[in-house]
């Protein structure tokens, strides 16, 4: 299928829509989920459909090993050409390869500092300026204060980048908001423009849109994403 019409089939057009034409540049979005459900393979989706236009992704990550990651990508890389029956699949890789960076920091050293040195390099040596930031394992909600958030989110204004991180649910004595926002994410409620739950279900994990940026009427549409491939889908 020729790019620009795979493009266009994409769910995550859909998902775009419903968030109101997309993240944004500068913005800050969240994806909460329990732990498992599927944060990650949702993230990395959203990041290969931008990489499949061209776009420039950065990842980085507190959890995992940059092979592991450049495993997970390589999985969803393949399923969603499988289902948008994508042509020139080889070719398609290598610009995905070209346009994505993984940064891995040891948790406890992590620090916004460093994340600004590490980016001012690839810049200056490697050309590379992201449209995308995806932050895997960092922030942790439960423990950050308000400076980083707001660090985070000035940090993508200076990249004209969007910027996606994830929380965590359902931890023992968690407290939520009416929502069922976790109290330690909510608490920064100023400074994130879209929040999305990821909600198991019998045959497939719920994706609900609970802030889209300020609108108080968000589009009720059924997203979801498939278990097996963790790719979106919508009916």
Not at 104 to 129: C, I, P, Q
Not at 212 to 233: F, K, N, Y
Request: proline share 3%; with cysteine; glycine share 8%.
């Amino acid at each position: 299928m020729p790019l620009n019409k795979m493009i266009q089939r994409s769910p995550v057009r859909v998902f775009e829509k419903v968030i109101g034409g997309g993240l944004g540049a500068g913005n800050l979005g969240v994806v909460l989920s329990r732990p498992g459900v599927g944060k990650t393979g949702f993230l990395i989706g959203l990041a290969v459909d931008q990489l499949l236009q061209g776009q420039k992704v950065l990842y980085i990550s507190t959890k995992e090993s940059v092979d592991h990651i450049s495993t997970f990508f390589e999985q969803i890389f393949q399923s969603m050409s499988q289902v948008l029956d994508m042509d020139n699949m080889l070719q398609r890789q290598m610009e995905m390869e070209r346009n994505r960076q993984i940064l891995v920091y040891n948790r406890k050293s992590f620090s916004l500092d460093k994340l600004a040195e590490s980016t001012a390099f690839l810049k200056e040596f490697a050309g590379f300026e992201a449209d995308m930031v995806i932050l895997d394992g960092t922030p942790r909600f439960e423990s950050t204060e308000e400076w980083e958030i707001k660090g985070v989110k000035e940090m993508g204004a200076q990249w004209g980048a969007e910027i996606w991180a994830s929380s965590n649910t359902h931890r023992e004595g968690q407290e939520m908001d009416v929502r069922g926002v976790p109290m330690d994410v909510a608490r920064f409620e100023e400074h994130l423009n879209v929040i999305v739950a990821l909600c198991p279900e019998s045959e497939h994990i719920k994706v609900n849109t609970i802030k889209e940026h300020g609108s108080e009427d968000i589009a009720q549409v059924s997203l979801e994403l498939d278990p097996r491939t963790m790719l979106l889908r919508w009916r």
